[in-house]
């Protein structure tokens, strides 16, 4: 266990339907990363926050998916719309500062039917 | 664009003996390098780490190996054992500020 957990750890939807996955970070943690999964592959970059600040945001980000970390604390990632294509495994990691090694949850394991 | 890859995606070895797995990266800018164990179900757990201005580095029955050069990193496990177990992934990013760029990985099975 890192510290870094995640809810809920497996999510059944329906395409159309709209999903929010929450990470926990470790607690002084400033950076948190969200990544998606898909088998067999790495994980892929989405978007990271420094505090409560989205500094970046990858291409793969569409407009469907929003995140947030309203308090410097916990993020929220919300995709709505899901599309099958949306099944992956969301991963959040959170390091203490910018350079520092990042520690990752357990991830939300998504599938849209 | 540039990415990090792997030479091979799985890999099996004999309990005891020594597992080298090896990642090519192509971002001549990335300076900042990790090796992530992942088991099924489970988050990507680090292992050990190595910045541009060294060419080796080790930890506990883990080493890694960076080749500027032919820009190569591999990491090496000492005396393999089942639970070793996993798919490994090499990570690339520009000082550590940058997002991970990660490979496909590898699957290293340990046969007893």
């Known amino acids: 266990d890192t510290g870094v957990s995640q809810d809920p750890r497996h999510k059944i939807t329906k395409r159309g339907q709209n999903v929010t996955f929450r990470c926990d970070p470790i607690?002084?943690?400033?950076?948190l990363y969200w990544y998606r999964q898909t088998l067999g592959q790495g994980p892929e970059f989405l978007t990271y926050?420094?505090?409560?600040?989205?500094?970046?945001k990858s291409r793969l980000l569409s407009d469907r998916f929003s995140a947030e970390r309203p308090k410097g604390s916990f993020s929220t990632l919300e995709i709505q719309r899901t599309e099958q294509g949306d099944s992956a495994m969301y991963l959040c990691?959170?390091?203490?500062?910018?350079?520092?090694?990042?520690?990752f949850g357990p991830g939300t394991r998504l599938t849209v039917l | 664009g540039e990415s990090v890859g792997l030479h091979l995606p799985t890999l099996s070895v004999q309990e005891g003996d020594n597992s080298i797995i090896n990642c090519a990266y192509s971002?001549?800018?990335?300076?900042?390098f990790i090796w992530y164990k992942q088991e099924s179900g489970k988050g990507p757990q680090f292992i050990i780490d190595?910045?541009?201005?060294?060419d080796k580095r080790q930890g506990q029955r883990v080493t890694v190996l960076l080749n500027k050069t032919v820009k190569h990193l591999s990491l090496q496990i000492a005396a393999t054992q089942p639970g070793d177990s996993a798919v490994y992934f090499c990570a690339e990013s520009h000082s550590g500020n940058t997002p991970l760029v990660f490979g496909k990985g590898t699957r290293l099975s340990v046969i007893a």
């Open positions: 990691a959170s390091s203490l500062a910018a350079g520092g090694e990042q520690f």
């Open positions: 190595i910045r541009s201005n060294m």
């Open positions: 607690s002084e943690h400033n950076r």
């Open positions: 926050f420094q505090n409560e600040a989205q500094l970046e």
């Open positions: 971002n001549s800018a990335s300076d900042y």
